[in-house]
């Protein structure tokens, strides 16, 4: 498999309190892959270091084939990237942005730019400087979208954005994905966003990467199992137990949550003297906020 | 590329280079005037006098230059401080190549006011019919006005260019320099350590000896 992003052992320290890494991740090429995370897990951060923006401690970094920092302006004739922050010249209009990024980035393609502005609906006299916070996103996208790239990064493009814009902004990219077959790497915090785009996932916390997978592999991998009578200890179960817990009333029942889960694993609770009442599908955000759970748990995930 | 950097580097500053051509434009003009040679009878003229106005209006063209390229300078990097220089660092071409579009954009914009200077000079001393021994220096002074603002502009470029923590470490070398020059005139004891630098600095062949040469539009 060949990754459009790879980082090697890469680790990086921002005063005394945030640490990152050492991370090893690896975006398959062609993948729309999620990078999710709570608020200041260290995705901005991971996203920064990618390309080249930060310096980091120790390790490397590969984007499509390039050595990041030291080939970062071939790299980003290939890469779009859409900040967290909008970092567009407030002085210029929309049309004269347009301008500029073009006249750097030779894939830049003109007619493209001119139906995305008509698609996203702005007007190509505003002052980016006086867009509201949807269209500053909306063009960002925009000129992510126009300059052709192999790899999209984006960095929680629809954060703060209403439901609206977010979807004209999800179409917009999952269209150029669909046509180019760019690779697509989003990072977002909105988990149940990411479950409808993505096909692959990297959960982050506290500067650590605590699962890459597939997004299938993560969404049906982890379930939430009712049980009855189950013994103190657990013994050796056939799958990962990552939370338990007493379930309500007396009736002895607990909620385990578990990742790797096959059904013909049902007779291990036969096997411990326990009842399995009953196997619960968690969705993504539920998934997450167990993985997160358990990752925080000393020597959990 | 370089087309495209001109042009936003040109709405950055505009105003200001409206301002600053109208103001070159004037000089000139208030010069000859202030000093008393449009006056058409020459019999009440007093040189000396005349002369000294006009060098003493001529400081206001190396004033002007700096003012020109500090503004140029400032205008070349304030839109790419306010976003961290995040765009400037995610297009594709190399930092250096960048600086020196900025660079060169800011340059060719110190062009138009240089200009203004320069018609300003011609306006004012094309038609004035002066005393034998006396010359005008309308060209001199424009093409020097050029050379000051370059040379400004350059060097708060260079300084624009930085970190907050860049400038304000320059400016905390020269505040010591000068404490401790003062300290030491305090104790008796006289380095010129600032008049050393100062010479340095301003006198040739010194980077900002340009600044002090000779402004005077009129001259003997």
Redesign the interface.
Known sequence: MSYAIETHELQYRAGKTFELGPLNLRVPAGAIYGFLGPNGSGKTTTIRLC???LRAGRGGVRVLGHDVPSQ??????R?G?V?E????????TVR?AL??HG????RWDPAAAADLLDTFRLEGDTRIGRLSKGETGKLLMLLALAQRPDLLVLDEPTDGLDPVVRRDVLMALIDFVSESGATVFISSHLVHELERICDWVGVMDRGRLVAEVPMHSFKNGIKRLRVRNAPAQAGDPPFVLLARERGDGASGTEVWVVRGWQPTMRQYFEGIGAVLQDVVDLDLEEGFVELLRTARVPGGA | MFAAICRIQWKASVTALALLAALGFMVPLLTVQQAGFSAGDRRGWDLIGMLSTVEATGTLFPVLAVILGLTLAVGAWSADHQGEHVYALTLPVPRWHYVLLRFGAGLLLIVPVAVAVGAGCAVALGSLDLPTGLRTYGGAVTLRFALAATVSYAATFALAAGTKRTAAAVLAGLMTLIALALILETFGVSPAVVERVMNAVFARPGPFEVLVGPWAVIGV
Do not use: I, Q
Request: charged share 15%; proline share 15%; no cysteine.
């Open positions: 390309l080249g923006l970062a302006p071939e790299m980003f004739a890469v990237y900040p922050r909008p970092h567009l010249y407030p002085t210029l004269e301008a500029l006249a750097f980035h030779r």
